[in-house]
């Protein structure tokens, strides 16, 4: 597997997503994918699932420094103390003592951007993360936490799939030496019926998703999350370094695009997206 590197981390390109999956899944799945070969394990304090993450890394047999792991702290705990307190409270449920990259979830208004900074360079300077991230941020906030941090910012995770004009974030990511992580990039399954994806797919013998897949990560400084709770899938999933995708085939894919391609915009989340 291929890394990317940003701002002095070296991320897996294709990392094993945990959002919605519920605690047998992931109890299963962490461990079946690591054998696989995967690497990179996102996770989030939201999602419930932090616990089962970690007991499924425990037991995969795979060394912990092996592992490219993730985190996010949700919005209501980023006033300092309750920052730091919910870091710690992350690192025993993933029985770990650092997390490879933290990544604030959503912007929140409420908490000054500096005291949230601030919070994430703290946790980096005492050991207890490696790397620091922003995700589902602007353009114009993406900015302004790298202007307010000492520690560099190495990526910003993002929606991102064939229906998703995100060039504008991610020429700015790249010229700030920034990553993109790309989430949602299966549009919530529109992409399996898509004519011109399936074609593709028939071209070389691949499927939908290991074409979207191979989409992503064939563009420079690009990581992209998949996610299933099946096994057969999950193998699917990480044989996309086998082929590439022609610079005709890259430019349809983009051109499959549209004005309201956006699925997630939650109310008092989102930004005003730039």
Same mark, same amino acid.
């Given at each position: 597997m291929?890394?990317?590197?940003a701002?002095?981390?070296?991320i897996p390109?294709?990392?094993?997503?945990?959002f919605?999956?519920?605690?047998?899944?992931v109890?299963?799945m962490?461990?079946?994918?690591l054998?696989?070969?995967?690497r990179h394990?996102d996770? !989030?304090q =939201?999602y419930?699932?932090e616990a #089962?993450?970690g007991e499924?890394? /425990?037991s995969?047999?795979?060394?912990? @420094?092996d592992?490219f792991?993730?985190?996010k702290?949700w919005?209501?705990?980023?006033?300092?103390?309750a920052?730091l307190?919910s870091?710690d409270?992350?690192?025993k449920k993933?029985?770990?003592?650092?997390?490879?990259l933290?990544?604030l979830?959503?912007?929140?208004?409420d908490?000054?951007?500096?005291?949230?900074i601030?919070?994430?360079?703290?946790?980096k300077?005492?050991g207890?993360?490696?790397?620091i991230g922003?995700?589902n941020?602007?353009?114009?906030?993406?900015?302004e936490?790298?202007?307010?941090?000492?520690?560099p910012?190495?990526?910003n995770q993002?929606?991102y799939h064939?229906?998703?004009?995100?060039? !504008?974030? =991610?020429e700015?990511?790249?010229? #700030?030496?920034?990553?993109?992580? /790309?989430?949602?990039a299966m549009a919530d @399954?529109?992409?399996f019926?898509d004519?011109?994806?399936?074609d593709?797919?028939a071209?070389?013998?691949k499927?939908v998703?290991?074409?979207?897949?191979?989409?992503?990560?064939?563009?420079?400084?690009?990581?992209?999350?998949?996610?299933?709770?099946?096994?057969?899938?999950?193998?699917e999933n990480?044989?996309?370094?086998?082929?590439?995708?022609s610079?005709?085939e890259?430019?349809?894919?983009?051109?499959l695009?549209?004005?309201?391609?956006?699925i997630?915009?939650?109310?008092?989340?989102?930004?005003?997206?730039d």
């Open positions: 291929h890394k990317v590197s701002n002095g981390a070296s390109a294709l990392g094993f997503g945990t919605r999956m519920d605690e047998p899944s109890l299963r962490v461990p079946h994918v054998k696989l070969g995967y394990i996770t !989030a =939201i419930g699932n #089962a993450v499924g890394i /425990a995969s047999g795979v060394a912990r @420094g592992i792991l993730t985190t702290v919005v209501d705990k980023y006033r300092h103390d920052f307190r870091v409270e992350s690192l993933l029985k770990t003592d650092y997390v490879d933290l990544l979830h959503w912007p929140n208004e908490v000054p951007l500096a005291e949230q601030g919070a994430l360079n703290e946790v300077a005492a207890k993360v490696r790397h922003v995700s941020f602007s353009r114009s906030l993406l900015a936490a790298i202007r307010l941090s000492d520690a910012i190495v990526t993002i929606e064939p229906y998703l004009d995100q060039s !504008a974030m =991610i700015a990511a790249r010229q #700030a030496g920034l990553s993109i992580t /790309a989430y949602y @399954g529109k992409v019926a004519p011109v994806l399936k593709f797919g071209r070389h013998g499927s998703s290991q074409i979207v897949l191979r989409w992503v990560i064939q563009q420079q400084d690009l990581v992209v999350l998949s996610k299933t709770v099946g096994e057969e899938r999950a193998a990480f044989a996309i370094f086998d082929f590439t995708l610079e005709e890259m430019a349809r894919i983009h051109g695009a549209k004005p309201d391609g956006r997630l915009n939650p109310a008092g989340l989102a930004p005003v997206w």
